[in-house]
Structure formats: structure tokens, C-alpha cells
DNA sequence: CATGAATGAGGGTTCATTCAT
DNA sequence: CATGAATGAACCCTCATTCAT
């Protein structure tokens, strides 16, 4: 409970929250995760945070308000660390080689990940079905992260780290590969065994030199 | 229109469609699409299909039966390349090396996805939020798919042409990196302008030999 | 079957009914009896008739004239006895006393019961929620009922069987104790243990005598 | 109006009913006592309560709750004087003749009968179409009732005030009786004119001593 | 602030009935 | 004759939202 607390205060900073309200917002996750907005009930939530159905109202104007209140923080704490200022000065010297680099936001963003988890997953849910949340996630995530990205990918494609293929194939790819890794192992199959140390490092490496074994040339 | 009916047609093969039936199939596609499943109204497909509501209910007992009438024959057809009888052998004689192997996968799959953009986006969008759907998809598709790509990627490890990771993070990374490209190039971002040539074949050597660099070597 | 098949036959006589045409009546009767018509959809009656659903139309041009096939014959058989139009000569001649007269009727009366339980179970329930039930009842049953047994109560008032009360006051004692035996016995408590010949004599008896045991006097 | 409320409060004893509550269980009474539970609507309820449909599922989870809701009461109170704690005590000191005792609870049925014409009617309507109402009168009336009732015959019976028949066959001849008069009186012929007094008398002399007149011996 | 009764539009589904085959 | 696909009104019920308390 207090853990739970904890988290939702620290998603939604800068917001004063009241004790219901955040039984709403934890409720409202919760539901919203499991079966989707569409199919939550406004007095599902309500029932749940043991708050009466009109008390969500006041809070926030409609059902769709709510959604916002909790998909939107996740947006902005998804970018912060794509976005904070220096970020190039800080990666040029942290991370020598974006091997380095690579490892650091996995983990990164494997810690947001576990930590939002429902969250993000409401997000991903959520956003093809609403306009407003796609246009807001193309204005604010994939564009910010994206341009920044791409700089590092330069970066490191300069000092010969990284092959010369467009900066936004090396982007998707890498992507791609970084979230294929958590989605598969917090999203899809959450329950098998993992290794997590073993596969982050698998994947890092799969990055960086593929799949070939000693005999793939073709000629 | 002729056009949409073929391909209605080819997926729900086996069984016989009225022409209504096709409609309300089409209709339901569109919706269930744009607005998922749980926002959209038996009324609203009834009126986009040109048919009474109580129409639908003569060919789908329930709204949840028409979905699985929808989703049940692309989680088939997904799977049927992979679990035709003697893919083995064909694949050891057809493609000597794994990269010709994943050339043709990932071509296969394209025209599979692009055919059933829609369809595919529905069973991705609503299998997380219906019990009965992620059971369907384990069962059907996970586990046999799984099952024959695990051995194929054995073979290809076995004559060196892959590296000796576990079995189960080759397929997870190829599959990530194959369908991270697939939904990227058509679910994401469809309207941005796309190389297909160049991105596939840039796919098949990032699952191949990684981003490194002539300086990536860290030593 | 080919009982079930007789008895329809009987009670519709005049009519030429097909075979399809029993069984929907069948059909209709058991709904009717064990849920009340308003509660039994057609399409239900037509599945456990084994026909289809625009078949009961063909025959009958709605429900409502469905339940009127199947209620219509069972008023009518049920005044047939009291209707006789020689009834009263019959009468005089066959039952000198009341008490066999009353002995007669009430077994003439079960016999009826027994054979159409579930037509007069539909009967009983369906006259007072349809208007035109409730007057074709009252015209073909309550009233010549009423007015043949009158005659016959005052009969037997004329040469002292019965005492001298309202001749109404007679009729609706002995019916109600008559039709309340058949109904406790056959519609209520059908499952109980009843020794029919004993409990159809001590009716009669109750009706002629009353309850009263030697110490009954007031004064 | 305040003449209904009152009725319906003191059914309802023990739930506080709002004005609307009020509204909704005395339109519910009115066509469900016309037209049977199954033929009304719930619609017609809210519209002829003033009232929105919606409230009426506020209040009542279901349809068929409303019924309950209605129906349980009646049962509770037409039980209520025969199960009285002591009964058996009060009714041998005030009732020194079972005829005595028979007048009193036929009048007092007849009130309650008046007062509550239109929810027993629903009560005896829909008992025999829905078998938890089947269930729960056979629990909570007949047996209750039963049991009571059968001492008090077996108590006249010893002081030699009852033949010595079994008292089965007493109670149902005197309920049959009593229930007869009051079902023809107040249901099925509720137009006609009686005179109450001398029919209750009549009813009461019947069940003493029957209609045998003179000369009804047969011998 | 919080409540929960009230709303009426709309949800999925069933209905009696029609009609082309 | 018999069929069963098609209809659209009506069914019971749930919904997001409002507002007097």
C-alpha cells in the first residue's frame, strides 16, 4: 500500500493528490490494464477504490480525463531521461562506447519498465484506439526521442563505433531489439524463467554483432 | 469491393459466407480496427454493413463469437507456414544458408501482414485484454510456431551458422527484430516513406552481423 | 408419442391436423404450461417441434392464435358434458340422489383433468392476463355452465336433497370443492401420495355432510 | 395516494422505501397483476411510475428482484397469523368452536385479501412459472401453515367437534372452502353483487355441515 | 469535498413476424 | 407446404455523467 503510494505520487508529481484520488488512480490502473478503457466501468473503478461513483467526477471531468491523468505522466517520464538537457554532454563521456551506452538504457528503461508496468501497458494498449493519445505520443515521445537518438546514433557513427546506415534504421533497430526484450520478458511471457542478466547482456551483443556464427558467409 | 470480398473469402475458407455475412465481417474489421473491440457497437457494425442489428446475432450468437469469427482463421493462417508438414526438409534443401532462410520468412510475413493489416491489428490489440484469446494464441500459435522454428535455428547452429546462444533467445531476438520491422513499417508509421527493399535486406544483415563498426571493439 | 398423438387428435377434433401441425401444438403446450405464453418464444416452440420458424406461421397467423388452437378446444370439451342437451332428462333418470350425480361428475370431471393437465394448467394461468380469453370463458363456459347447473341444483332443492340456500351459493360451494380437490391433486401436489378413491369419497361426503362430529352444536 | 403509500409501507415493513421506490413497486403491481410479469415491461413500469428506467434498476438488480421484492412480503404476512408463537394457546381460549374459529379467519383472510387483491393475484399468477418462487412458497407457506393448522384439527378433532377423518383431508377441504369463497368473491367475480355477511355464513354453515338436505339419505 | 440517487442514451440480445426460395 | 435468412422494434440492463444533499 504505501509502496504503492509511493510510486503513484512519485508518477504524478507536481499533482497534489488526495487519498482517494489516488485509490481512483490506483483502481482505475489496475482495470484499465486488465481489460482495457473500453470495457472498465467508471463505477467498477469507483467500487474498487471504495469511493462513491460520483467522487471520480470531481476529480476528473470525464472517464476519458482520467485515462489521460494516468497515461500522460508515463509519456513524460518515459522521455525525461532521452531529454534532460546535457544529455549529450553526460553520454559523450559516461559512455565511451555505445555498447556502454546501449547496456545503460537498457537497464534504465528496464527499471521504468517493472516499475510502471500496468502502466505501460495501458499506454500501449490505449494508444492506437485514441487519437489524442496517438497525436500526443508523436508529438512528445517519438519525436523528442527520436531527434535526440538519432544525434547519439551520429555520434557514435562518426568515431566508426557504429556501421553507415541511416540513423533511423540504426534507431528502429535498436529499438526494436531493446523492447522487443522487455516486452517479451515483462508483457508477454512474464511467468517463464528468466535470466535477465544473461539475456540483457545477449541482447546487447546481438546488437552489436548479429547472429552469425563462424560459417554464415555465403561465398 | 470485389477486391475486399477475395480476401474475406480466402481467410475464412472452409466456410460458406452470404453475402451479409461478408459485410458484417468487413464492417465488424473496420471497426473493431479503429476503435477496438469493446467501443464498438453491434448497431454501429450493423449500420457501416448495410444489415439489420438482429442480423448479426443470426450468424454470431454473441458480439465476442463474431470476434473469434474474425480473429480464429488469421491466428491459422499465421501459423500455417511454419507448421507445414515437411518444413523441415524443404527448408534445408530450399535454403542453405539461415539469411535466405529469414529473407523469405520476413517477405512471407509482409505479404501476410500486408494483406491483413487490419485483422492482425485486431488480434494483437485484443489478445491481451480477453483470457480466452491469449489462451487460443498460446496454444495455437506460440507453443507450434516455437516449436519448429526452435529446430530449424538448432539446424542452422549446428552447421556454424549461428552462434551457440540458447535456442529460445535466437528466436526471440529474429522475431523481434523481423516483426519490431514489420509493425514499425505498417502499424506505426505507414504514412512515412519507406525503402522496402533497402530496410529488409538492412534487417536481415542487422539480424546477421549487428551495428558494429570497424571501431566498435572495445578493447 | 402415438398417445401424445391421440390425445391431440381428440381434442382438435374437426380439424385435420399434419403431422408437423401436433407437433408444434405439442410443443407449444409443454412451453406454455411450464413457463406461461408470454415467457415462451416461438422460436422455441419451433426448435423442440422440430420445424422451422416460419413453419408455426404458416399455421398459425400469429402466437396469440396459436394459444387460442390450443385453448379454444378445451373450453369447448370441458362444457361438452354440462351442455348435453338432453343433459337434464339424462340426469334425472341416472342419479336419483345428488350425491351420485356429484359422484359422476366429479370422476367424469378427473378423468378430463388427468388427460388434458397441462392444456387446462395453461387454461387456468392464461384467462386472466388476456382479455379475450377471459370473455370467450365467461360467455361459452361460466355462463352455460352456470346456468344448466342451477337448474339441476334446483331439482334436487325441489325434492329436498339440498337445502334450501341460493341456488348460486350451491353452485360455487360445490364447484369450489370439487375443483379444489382436482386442482390440490393434480396441479399442486402432484408428487404427494394420494389415495384417490378415498379422498374423491370423503369430498363428496364433505360436500353432503360438512365437517361436523357429535359435539359440534354450539348450544 | 397517501391511501397507497400506506399500504405499501406496511407491506414493506422494515425497508425504508424512497418516493421513487414507492412509485416504482406500485406501478410494478398494477401491470404485473394485469398483464403477468412476463408481459410487462420494464419500460412500461418506469414510464407509468414517472420515473427513469434506470432507477428502477438502481433499486431492483433485476426484473425478477422487483417481483421478489414484491411477492416476498405478501408471503411473509399471509403466513404471519398462523405462525403467531402461541397460537395454539390464544385460539383454544378464544375459540371454543372450530366454527368460531373458522369465521374469525375467514374474515380475517378476507381483509387481508382486500387489502392486497392485486399482489396476490400476482402471487398465485407467477408461483406456478417460477420455481424459486415455487420454492420459496413451499417452504415458508404451506409447510408453516400446514403443520399449524393440522394441530388445531387434531385438537377439535379430540373434543369430538371434527369428524374423524384424516386431517389432511380436513385442512384441504377447509382451505379449498374458504379460499374458493374468497377467490370467486374477490377475483374471479369481483363485479357481481354479493352480500359478504350471509355468503360468509353460508361458507362457514358448508364446511360445518354441508348441503344435505332432508331427504338426501339414500337408503 | 464527498456522496449516491437519478438520469436517459445506448449497450447486446431476443422477439414475433415476413417472404423469397 | 416448408424453410430459415432477414428484419427492426422491443427487451432487460449498464453506462457515463449530473446534482441536490
Known amino acids: 500500500m504505501s509502496d504503492h503510494d509511493l510510486k503513484i505520487d512519485e508518477l504524478m508529481d507536481g499533482e497534489e493528490l488526495t487519498e482517494k484520488q489516488k485509490k481512483i488512480i490506483i483502481s482505475a490502473i489496475e482495470s484499465f490494464a486488465e481489460k482495457g478503457y473500453s ?20 476529480h476528473y471531468k470525464t472517464k476519458k480525463d482520467l485515462l489521460l491523468a494516468i497515461v500522460a505522466p508515463v509519456m513524460a517520464k518515459f522521455v525525461a531521461p532521452f531529454i534532460i538537457k ?21 537497464k534504465n528503461r528496464r527499471d521504468f519498465l517493472v516499475k510502471n508496468l500496468a502502466t505501460v501497458k495501458i ?23 527520436y531527434e535526440r ?8 557513427q562518426a568515431n566508426g563505433q557504429i556501421i553507415e546506415i541511416p540513423a533511423y534504421s540504426v534507431v528502429r533497430m535498436t529499438f526494436t531489439s531493446i523492447f522487443g526484450y522487455l516486452i517479451a520478458r515483462y508483457m508477454l511471457l512474464p511467468e517463464a524463467e528468466w535470466d535477465d542478466e544473461a539475456e540483457a547482456e545477449r541482447t546487447i551483443q546481438f546488437i552489436m554483432h548479429g547472429l552469425a556464427g563462424p560459417n554464415s558467409s555465403k561465398n
Open 39 to 58: 470495457a472498465t466501468s467508471t463505477s467498477e473503478i469507483a467500487k474498487k477504490a471504495g469511493v462513491a461513483e460520483g467522487t471520480i467526477f470531481r
Open 123 to 145: 499506454l500501449v494498449q490505449e494508444i492506437p484506439l485514441h487519437p489524442e493519445l496517438k497525436e500526443l505520443f508523436k508529438e512528445h515521445i517519438a519525436l523528442k526521442v
Open 86 to 106: 546535457d544529455l549529450n554532454k553526460v553520454l559523450h563521456q559516461d559512455y565511451e562506447h555505445f555498447e556502454d551506452f546501449l547496456s545503460a538504457m537498457l
Open 149 to 156: 537518438f538519432e544525434k547519439i546514433v551520429e555520434h557514435y
